[in-house]
């Protein structure tokens, strides 16, 4: 399921991100694009004003200066003279070019108004246009220039193949198509690290939850297989058994709906139903409370049971009351679990400007650095061996959620000279 997850969810990643990447491409591409073609068509403009410039200072034309524009332009000219074709050296045009000239004159005459016949032997000034224009396929730069000379007129026919902005903007698509595909590939590397990082949260969590469901079922199978047991055994038994059996009955009715109750705790933590309802709170009271409330079992165990509180005024901490006397139940108990016979469990309080910190430390068996992030896992025992059925493991990670709703913080340290302090920390 996960393995189909991981792919679809690179898939949907690589190709939104690729549809954005190209289309940002596309834009990028289509303002160079023209930008180019701007640029190429206002070099063209350049050139044929410095031709037109040239012809209006010279009485005569010299062949050498305009075989050396044609060679450093490479524009291909039709000149005519008072409807004479000039033809010498290079500058005649090709026959294959003459139809694509003519066509170029009528461009010039139906869509700008330049033509032969609007210079009169009165004009001083030249008349000149640039366009493009499709010929055979291919695309040019043209231009028509009519210029009064010698009571005449020169009617000037230029073309010019967009061969060069053709190779940029080719070159230009080629280097936009190199950098997407290989943006595309770099992209879909990268979702498929990423998402697998996303995802595995949710493997994680789907192994707690398999993990939660089949202790959860072993915790309660047991009670209630000695349930179903005593059940039947009383069917069979004197009324001094069937007493017992039925002692036994409620004793484990009663462990079940702790174990029940823990985990509805847990249930509603999950689901963002944990209530917190914060209120000023003296945490030096708080922590008297649960000394005396512990106090009488310890004496019954032979553990010393000791407070340590401020000798000065502690100020009120906005916590959750219920809550807070909640895990110090947990902890206080799970200390006395785990603490032998003639030890020893001491609470301890200590304020500052902005944090409270509690302990509550034993000298019992300690618990292993290895270990001290795992005891707040769901259904999770220190010390497998442990037999006390008043513990599911569920404690302490109920006392780390109501902690975590307090925006604080809880964990565990070793006791000097042997044991186990756990510290809550709240603000």
Not at 14 to 42: G, H, K
Request: one cysteine or more.
């Amino acid at each position: 399921m996960f393995k189909k997850l991981h792919i679809r969810l690179t898939l949907l990643c690589t190709v939104v991100s690729s549809f954005i990447l190209v289309f940002m491409s596309f834009a990028c591409l289509s303002f160079q694009e023209a930008e180019s073609r701007e640029r190429y068509f206002s070099d063209f403009q350049v050139n044929v004003n410095m031709l037109i410039n040239y012809l209006e200072s010279q009485s005569v034309i010299s062949h050498n200066w305009l075989s050396q524009f044609h060679t450093d332009t490479r524009f291909e000219m039709d000149i005519l003279d008072n409807g004479n074709r000039l033809a010498f050296g290079n500058l005649k045009p090709l026959r294959s070019k003459e139809p694509i000239f003519e066509l170029i004159r009528e461009t010039a005459e139906k869509e700008y108004l330049v033509y032969e016949k609007s210079i009169t032997p009165q004009s001083i000034l030249s008349t000149h246009v640039e366009f493009e224009i499709t010929a055979e396929d291919i695309p040019y730069y043209a231009a028509v220039i009519m210029l009064p000379k010698n009571k005449g007129v020169l009617n000037i026919a230029i073309l010019h193949a967009q061969e060069d902005l053709q190779k940029t903007i080719t070159t230009q698509r080629l280097y936009f198509a190199v950098a997407d595909i290989a943006g595309i590939l770099l992209l879909a590397i990268f979702f498929w690290f990423f998402t697998w990082r996303m995802i595995l949260p949710l493997i994680e969590n789907r192994k707690k939850q398999t993990e939660f469901i089949a202790s959860a079922s072993h915790e309660l199978r047991s009670p209630l297989t000695v349930m179903l047991s005593a059940l039947s055994a009383m069917k069979h038994a004197s009324p001094t058994d069937a007493e017992r059996f039925s002692q036994t009955i409620a004793l484990e009715g009663k462990r079940m709906s702790r174990l029940i109750d823990d985990m509805l705790a847990l249930s509603s933590a999950d689901s963002a139903h944990f209530t917190v309802r914060k209120s000023a709170v003296e945490l030096d009271t708080l922590l008297l409370s649960a000394y005396e409330k512990f106090e009488a079992l310890a004496k019954d165990k032979n553990i010393s049971l000791k407070i340590n509180l401020p000798d000065e005024s502690v100020p009120p901490c906005q916590c959750d009351k219920e809550r807070i006397e909640q895990v110090l139940s947990i902890l206080l108990d799970n200390a006395l679990s785990y603490t032998p016979i003639g030890g020893a469990i001491r609470l301890s309080l200590q304020a500052s400007t902005d944090k409270f910190t509690l302990r509550v430390a034993d000298n019992g068996i300690g618990i292993p650095d290895t270990e001290k992030k795992a005891i707040f896992d769901r259904f999770y025992r220190c010390d497998k061996s442990h037999k006390d059925k008043e513990h599911f493991g569920l404690g302490l990670c109920i006392a780390w959620e109501i902690v975590h709703m307090h925006k604080g913080k809880l964990w565990v340290e070793d006791t000097p000279g042997g044991g186990a302090t756990f510290v809550m920390v709240l603000r």
